[in-house]
């Protein structure tokens, strides 16, 4: 069975940094893209970065863009998220997803919550 983890999210200052990772079972992991989505209370979801197989590929909302990096360690399974300068905008709980081959994502982890005080 597929499972994706997320973990590393808390509270922090503005102008703070924090390290999210997620930690994927049952899938051969090296072979997927894979994704960052965030969803604030009462907001949709939204994009916020991805990533191909090998990590030699990355997107980036606008809104994280130089602020953020998104990387992964195909052996140990496991996709990051590097979120520096953080803002209260920021503050969301944040999911990682298998992009899967129709071009959607799925298999969503269960999200780690980040909250960004002024």
């Known amino acids: 069975q597929v499972r994706l983890a997320e973990s590393g999210g808390g509270l922090v200052q503005a102008g703070g940094s924090l390290r999210l990772s997620c930690a994927a079972s049952?899938?051969?992991?090296?072979?997927?893209?894979m994704g960052w989505f965030r969803q604030a209370p009462g907001k949709e979801r939204e994009f916020v970065a991805n990533?191909?197989?090998?990590?030699?590929?990355?997107r980036y909302a606008d809104s994280v863009k130089g602020r953020f990096t998104c990387s992964r360690d195909n052996a140990k399974n496991t996709m990051y998220l590097q979120m520096n300068s953080l803002e209260p905008e920021d503050t969301a709980v944040y999911y990682c997803?298998?992009?899967?081959?129709?071009?959607?994502?799925?298999?969503w982890g269960q999200g780690t919550q980040v909250t960004v005080s002024s």
């Open positions: 049952g899938l051969p992991f090296r072979s997927y893209s």
């Open positions: 997803a298998v992009r899967l081959v129709s071009g959607t994502y799925g298999y």
């Open positions: 990533i191909n197989w090998s990590g030699g590929s990355t």
